[in-house]
């Protein structure tokens, strides 16, 4: 079953402008960390945003968590057209569970 | 450069094969995963090892089975039994399996049954 569930499944953006993707998950979670995958290759491990942490930042990326609505975004600022690709969040869920949960993504494309 | 490795890219079952990935790293990773990934979808956990000689099933085990016989390798087989094999399927690793650690990917392989 899908933990994580992102919003919008699709975006598309000028290069330049920033890009929002959300993420909504059901369950109480140790931490959420975001990935990107480029079409047809493995997922890159973006930045892991721990459940007592608000807001995490990594260059152009900014990840805010709000635990009470069990929701995350990432932003990237001043978007390229290098940064055309799936966007994924996955949640390590709190308790005994050992693995990661990840949703069915967010494609972004950015048009120069 | 340490990394995971997948082979091959690509792959093609006949109806009724057994066929193998690979996968190997050389990261010192404890902790070592199979997913598999559908068109437009997300990652569905298949198996998991946490050490040598031991693995665990993920939400959609049957028709895999797996052998965690070194720690830098985790070879995924996918058997007959698995009745719709055509996805591609990505190995993890991370350095154990404490929720603070993200994981490192390999470049996947594609399987597509002829």
């Known amino acids: 079953s899908q933990q994580g569930e992102e919003d919008p499944q699709a975006l598309s953006i000028q290069e330049g402008e920033n890009a929002t993707m959300n993420c909504s998950y059901k369950?109480?979670?140790?931490?959420l960390q975001w990935y990107r995958q480029n079409s047809g290759r493995g997922l890159v491990h973006l930045i892991l945003?721990?459940?007592?942490?608000r807001e995490k930042h990594s260059g152009r990326l900014r990840v805010t968590l709000d635990t009470s609505k069990k929701s995350s975004s990432l932003l990237i600022t001043a978007s390229r057209a290098a940064d055309t690709a799936s966007y994924f969040c996955?949640?390590?869920?709190?308790?005994?569970?050992?693995?990661?949960?990840f949703g069915s993504g967010t494609q972004l494309t950015v048009l120069p | 450069d340490g990394g995971i490795t997948q082979s091959p890219k690509y792959l093609f079952r006949k109806e009724g094969q057994n066929v193998t990935l690979s996968c190997e790293q050389n990261?010192?990773?404890?902790?070592m995963y199979w997913y598999r990934q559908d068109p437009g979808q997300g990652l569905r956990l298949i198996y998991y090892?946490?050490?040598?000689?031991?693995?665990q099933k993920g939400d959609i085990a049957e028709g895999y089975s797996v052998s965690r016989e070194k720690k830098e390798s985790f070879p995924l087989t996918v058997t007959s039994a698995q009745k719709n094999p055509t996805a591609f399927y990505l190995c993890?690793?991370?350095?154990?399996?404490?929720?603070?650690?993200?994981?490192?990917f390999g470049s996947g392989t594609r399987l597509t049954v002829v």
């Open positions: 993890a690793s991370s350095i154990r399996t404490g929720l603070d650690y993200g994981y490192t």
């Open positions: 369950t109480s979670i140790n931490n």
């Open positions: 945003i721990r459940s007592n942490e």
């Open positions: 996955a949640t390590a869920l709190s308790g005994s569970a050992r693995q990661l949960t």
């Open positions: 990261l010192n990773h404890d902790a």
């Open positions: 090892s946490q050490i040598v000689n031991d693995f």
